[in-house]
């Protein structure tokens, strides 16, 4: 373990890390939007997923329109329709939740998207998506969440593993957190990637220390 591996504290486990918690949030979710086209909770605020889709669309160095995405952990799956909107045209969403896909294929339905969405679990090689490789993985609020499982330690270490495993050469794993911050992410990651760029995001000041509450970082797959 190295001394930045050490000042990684972990969090308190909550809801928000279970199962559960997700299949009921999207019940719900489903049922407004069946009601009054709600499409339910828009993670970190409108922006900071328009912030993801514009660095994409700014690097075509990096990224061309039809580079395969993978969206991990897409919850209602609006990341991914927003990406389309911005001209990118394979992608793909996944969740463990299968109340999260249908509320997904629902409000793609009415969009008339082609994104596709399917059930899939990061941490379950077994998940079918695994057959497939992608050029980027994207990741708003997925990371956070299984950090805050009761078995977060070890997912953790899962998560970067697979998120690499899923990712073709020189591929991008973008991720916007709330709970770990730009240089925890960059702590945590650098066992699998190498940290390229972090995207500015508004900043506040609070007892006279700066700080974001909300990160976003872009990391390049390091070849193991
Ligand atoms: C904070 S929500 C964010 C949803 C979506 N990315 C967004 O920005 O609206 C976290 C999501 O991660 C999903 N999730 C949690 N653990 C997962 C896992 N092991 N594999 C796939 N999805 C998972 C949950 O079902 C939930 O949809």
Redesign the pocket.
Known sequence: MTDEDSKITELDPSK?GT?DY??N??KLELNNYTDHGDV?????GED??QRMVNWLSEHPEYVQPSDPIL??????G??CMDMEQEGFTDITG????QE?IDLAEKIKEEAESQVKFQV?????KESSFFKSKFKVVT????Y???SL?ETAKV?KVT?IENTHYVLEKDGLFMI?SCNWTEQELVTMFSTHFKHLETIPTPSFTFGGKKGNSVTTVVFNKIDL
């Open positions: 928000l199962k997700w299949e949030a999207y339910g909770e828009v993670w970190f900071a997923g969206d991990n952990g897409t919850g209602n609006v990341l996944i969740d463990y939740c999260a899939g679990n990061i941490l379950d990741d708003k609020g997925t956070d969440a299984i499982s997912d998560y916007t």
